[in-house]
Structures are given as C-alpha cells and as structure tokens.
C-alpha cells in the first residue's frame, strides 16, 4: 500500500499542529519519547522533525511533505514547493513576527543606528541578509535560544527574535525596533512527490482539509425563520460567505434564511433581525467550511 510521508513540527507548533488535524479529521498521538507519532489513517506516516530542519529533509525526499514555519523555510531557502499557508501560532491566529529588538533604554530608533554593532540571533542567515541588503555592516552571532535574555545582559546590542503575544519582550523591559518578517506555518512538498498522482491527490486531501477547518473557526451558521415580505430586508443587512440560503417554510408565506459568518458579528445582527421580524433564530457552530 502507498504511504504518504508527513513531517510534524517538534517545539513551538507541536501541539496546534496535532490540535488542527483533528479538527481536521485526523486524530495524531504523540507518546512522549517516540518521534513516530501514530495518525488514524494507514495511508500516511508521521515523523516528527525539528522546524528547522523540515524543508532540508522535503527537499531531500526523506519525508514527502511537511508543516514548518515560512521563518526556517526562508532560512534555508530550500528547493521546495511552499503548497499553502495555515494562518495559526503557539497559542493565537496570529502570525509569529520576527523582530528587531533592542532594551527599552536603548538610544536605537532604526536598524541603521545599528552600524558595527552585534546582533543575537537563531535566525542567522535571515538576518544577515537584511542588514547586507541594507548595507549596514554588524556582527550578527548565532544564539541557541533564551535570546531576549543576551540583549538584558548586555552581551549584545540588538536580537532578532519571534514573538506572537509580545508577553516576553514585555516581561524583559525589551523594545521593538522593527518587524522584519511575519511568518506563518506552510505546507511544503517535495517536488517528485508533487508529479506523483497519488501522493499529490493525498496531499491535496490533507491541505483542503485543514484549511477548511482553520477556515471555520470562529465562524457559525445562522438560521431563523422570517416572513416572505421581509427577505429583501433581512438579507440586505445579513453577513454571509455568499449570498444566504432562502427557502420555503410548507404550506406557508414565511421562508427559511440561513447564513455563515464571523461569530462575533452575530451579537450585533441579532436584535436588528428580531426588529425586522425574524423568529426561531439558531445559531449553531461548525466544524470545516470547504
Ligand atoms: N511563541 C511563538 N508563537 C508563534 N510561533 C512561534 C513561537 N515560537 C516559535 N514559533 C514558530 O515555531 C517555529 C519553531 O520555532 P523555534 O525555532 O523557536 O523552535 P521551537 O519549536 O520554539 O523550539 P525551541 O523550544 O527550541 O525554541 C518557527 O516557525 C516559529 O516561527
Ligand atoms: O511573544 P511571545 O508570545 O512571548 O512569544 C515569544 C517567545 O516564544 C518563543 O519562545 P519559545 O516558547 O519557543 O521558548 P524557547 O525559549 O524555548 O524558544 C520565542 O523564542 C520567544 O521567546
Ligand atoms: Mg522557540
């Protein structure tokens, strides 16, 4: 039987990651020491790698297809297909943002005022890019993480860093000087895996599904009965992905109206419908908008 093999990002993305698959469909368990994380579906085979190191192990074909950060995908500007971005961090929907941060004291105002000075980063090869596109000249050294805490101790100038809640550059009296990159997990594929029919069609399958479940969070269904007269009314002012669904009530001149939207409109649109006649109102959530 074929296999598709898919790269789970170890650290920060793990558990979203295991998380959106099975909203996704896909129930994923990772036992504490195993790096073969077993998924409900024989037609695939889990590993988990480290993001840093994903689109090295796609471009090579040790894995046919992987989730890892856009950041270390730049990073090691890999020769890979970047098939779709999932908009989703450590503990948000938001992207991750790598900054330019120096301490809050600090007389820097932009990444110019920087010249000669050095910066601490797990980001290197990025970050040297930048300031050479930039033509300043500074010494930017590798950092193996606890970052925030070098630029603190006055054993560098400035980091760049990832940050997503802002919490730790908050919690280490840090400023942000600029933001160089926003990066988001990707899916990224190996390009024979790509022109193999049934692994593409597998991993066609696994993107659709996840985006569809990224797609549906925070939005619901909204359903209520109303009187004919009122349709042109009531859908004049009802958010939808489309257009919304009206249909016949049996033996009736009252009509069905259901629509799709953003949960945190449906407070808002609620006593408006109610003005405008609408009875049985239902809102209900869901699982995937494909
Ligand atoms: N706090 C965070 N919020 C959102 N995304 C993050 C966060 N920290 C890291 N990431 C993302 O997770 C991926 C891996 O991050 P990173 O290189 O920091 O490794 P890690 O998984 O956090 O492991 P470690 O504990 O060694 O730092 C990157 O793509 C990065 O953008
Ligand atoms: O803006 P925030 O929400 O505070 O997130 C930023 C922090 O998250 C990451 O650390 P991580 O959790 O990966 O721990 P690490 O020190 O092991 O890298 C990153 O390296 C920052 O330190
Ligand atoms: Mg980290």
Same mark, same amino acid.
């Given at each position: 039987?074929?296999? *598709? ?94 900054? *330019? ?16 000075? $050095? ?48 919490? $730790? ?65 009531? $859908?004049?002012?009802?958010?939808? *992905?489309?257009?919304? $669904? ?26 408006? *419908? ?17």
């Amino acid at each position: 039987m074929e296999q *598709l093999k898919l790269g789970i990002p170890k650290g920060s993305l793990e558990s979203a990651t295991v998380d959106l698959f099975k909203k996704a469909g896909w129930q994923i368990s990772i036992s504490s020491r195993s790096y073969f994380p077993t998924i409900d579906d024989e037609e695939i085979k889990c590993s988990l790698m480290r993001p840093q190191e994903m689109a090295k192990y796609v471009e090579r074909g040790t894995i046919d297809v992987g989730i890892a950060g856009r950041d270390w995908v730049r990073e090691n500007q890999s020769d890979v297909i970047e098939l779709c971005e999932m908009v989703y961090s450590k503990v948000s929907r938001r992207p991750a943002r790598w900054v *330019l941060v120096v301490n809050g004291d600090s007389k820097v105002k932009g990444p110019e005022d920087l010249r000669g000075a $050095t910066v601490s980063t797990e980001l290197v090869g990025f970050t040297k890019r930048y300031f050479a596109e930039r033509n300043i000249p500074v010494n930017v050294e590798f950092s193996w993480g606890a970052t925030e805490a070098k630029v603190v101790e006055g054993l560098c100038d400035a980091i760049v860093e990832v940050t997503e809640t802002g919490s $730790t550059i908050r919690a280490n009296g840090l400023r942000i000087v600029t933001e160089l990159m926003e990066s988001v997990p990707v899916m990224v594929v190996n390009k024979a895996s790509w022109e193999d029919p049934w692994k593409r069609a597998k991993i066609q399958q696994i993107a659709t599904l996840l985006q569809s479940a990224l797609r549906a969070e925070g939005m619901v269904g909204l359903k209520m009965n109303a009187p004919g007269t009122k349709v042109p009314a009531i $859908t004049a002012i009802l958010p939808s *992905l489309n257009n919304p $669904t009206v249909s016949n009530l049996y033996n009736s001149d009252w009509v069905s109206i259901e629509s799709i939207m953003p949960e945190q409109e449906v407070r808002r649109i609620v006593p408006e *419908l109610l003005k405008l006649g609408a009875e049985g109102i239902v809102e209900y959530s869901l699982n995937k908008i494909i």
